[in-house]
Structure formats: C-alpha cells, structure tokens
Nanobody, 124 residues
Framework: QGQLVESGGGLVQAGGSLRLSCAAS????????MGWFRQTPGKEREFVAT????????YNEDSVKGRFTISRDNAKNTVYLQMNSLKPEDTAVYYC?????????????????WGQGTQVTVSS
C-alpha cells in the first residue's frame, strides 16, 4: 500500500516562508500528477497547486499565484510547496495528493491518494 507523508508545516509570522514536502512510497511516483490542497475547519478542501508528471507544467490557484511554487523531484519521490509572503488567510491543514490523470486536475474527486496533512499557521 502506497503512502504520501507531508512535512514542513508549522507556525510562521505573516510575510514569512515555509516549504512543505510530501514523500511518496509504494507507487511509481512519476506516473502521477501531484497536487496540494488545503482545508480549514468547517470549509471544504480547496485546491492550491498542481504539477505534471515530469514537472514541466504547473498551475496555481489565483490567491497563491506569485507567492507559492510547486515542484517535484522524481528521483526522490517527493513533491514540494514553497510558500512565500504568507498571509493569515493561508492558515490551514495542507494535504498533498496523487492523481492518475494526465491533465492538471483541480478537484478533490480527481485525486485518488491523499496524505494525512500538515498544519500551517500564519500569525498576524
């Protein structure tokens, strides 16, 4: 059974940076489109960013464009989310996910495998 394990979350002041990592095991990592989502209590899980199988194409949600960068290292079976200029509204549990689909999926239902999440808290 494959796993996705996120790390790198924590508490940071507004304007600061964090880099999230998601390590994959048990599957052919390069065969999956990867994505990051986030969720706050009482709200639906929302799309943040996605990256193609070989990492040449990415797409970010509008509110994080210019601040967040998704990348991947297939040799290390890891996907990253570099988050700069963090805002209090970025506070959430962040999840990585894997999709067998070729295009850049942005919906929760298009991803088949999920990590357990890592908490990001941005103080004002």
């Amino acid at each position: 059974q494959g796993q996705l394990v996120e790390s790198g979350g924590g508490l940071v002041q507004a304007g600061g940076s964090l880099r999230l990592s998601c390590a994959a095991s048990g599957r052919t990592f390069s065969g999956y489109t990867m994505g990051w989502f986030r969720q706050t209590p009482g709200k639906e899980r929302e799309f943040v960013a996605t990256i193609s199988r070989i990492g040449t194409t990415t797409y970010n949600e509008d509110s994080v464009k210019g601040r967040f960068t998704i990348s991947r290292d297939n040799a290390k079976n890891t996907v990253y989310l570099q988050m700069n200029s963090l805002k209090p509204e970025d506070t959430a549990v962040y999840y990585c996910a894997a999709s067998p689909r070729f295009w850049l999926p942005q919906r929760v239902g298009e991803y088949d495998y999920w990590g357990q999440g890592t908490q990001v808290t941005v103080s004002s």
